[in-house]
């Protein structure tokens, strides 16, 4: 049972143009939601993060947007570049949950010179 | 800038050794958790402790697994008798104290092979 799901195992974008990534969630208790970016060989590094009482947050590059009637959340990279090409991972948590993060399973964003 | 460290960066084991892989949080950070990524999928979550205190240990496997973070050194992830299906890549992460709400930080992690 995927509560958080990436349905996008991959996208390739131009660089200077933007980047959107997708995410769904099933449960409805979760309350904070994270991306996190991975490079090979390395361990997941914190992008951004957003609470549920918003509906976005901004920092510099990145953009997350929630949308909770529809449990859907995005990331958008503008302008994208060489070096943000990796594996992005949505997660989410929950109130009360002791804080585990469940993981979306990632989709590997290309982004070409 | 130390953040989480995880040794030994890469295990190899054959089937029926134990694996002891270590994690040692941000300086400051009480609270640790480990994860497990399979090939091609996700992280998923195995167990949350703090000092001395298993907190939530719903991910971890009945049987074979064990994770302690004592009141000195590292946190400790034990897995016995290992079988094939136990290779994959276990992150450990920490958070600081008093904020439920925060990112956790990721060590680089360490890829254990069962042969």
């Known amino acids: 049972d995927q509560q958080v799901k990436q349905n996008s195992p991959s996208l390739s974008v131009q660089e200077g143009r933007i980047s959107i990534l997708n995410c769904d969630y099933t449960?409805?208790?979760?309350?904070?939601f994270l991306w996190y970016k991975k490079y090979p060989a390395e361990g997941p590094t914190f992008l951004i993060s957003?609470?549920?009482?918003?509906d976005k947050n901004e920092d510099g590059r990145f953009t997350v947007f929630l949308n909770k009637s529809a449990k859907h959340l995005s990331l958008h990279i503008v302008p994208s570049q060489p070096g943000d090409s990796a594996v992005y991972f949505c997660?989410?948590?929950?109130?009360?949950?002791?804080?585990?993060?469940?993981f979306g399973s990632g989709t590997q964003l290309t982004v070409l010179p | 800038n130390a953040g989480v460290m995880q040794n030994p960066r890469h295990l190899v084991r054959r089937r029926g050794q134990e694996a002891r892989l270590r994690c040692s949080p941000v300086?400051?950070?009480?609270?640790v958790y480990w994860y497990r990524q399979l090939p091609e999928e996700g992280l998923k979550f195995m167990v949350y402790l703090q000092k001395e205190n298993i907190i939530d240990e719903s991910g971890m496997p009945k049987e074979r697994f064990s994770a302690e973070f004592p009141k000195e050194g590292p946190s400790i992830l034990r897995i016995q008798q290992v079988v094939r299906g136990d290779s994959a890549a276990y992150f450990c992460?920490?958070?600081?104290?008093?904020?439920?709400?925060?990112?956790?930080?990721f060590g680089p992690g360490t890829r254990l092979t069962v042969l």
């Open positions: 449960n409805s208790m979760f309350d904070y």
């Open positions: 957003i609470s549920s009482i918003k």
């Open positions: 997660a989410a948590m929950t109130a009360g949950s002791a804080r585990q993060l469940t």
């Open positions: 300086k400051g950070h009480s609270h």
């Open positions: 992460a920490s958070s600081p104290p008093g904020v439920s709400y925060n990112e956790q930080f």
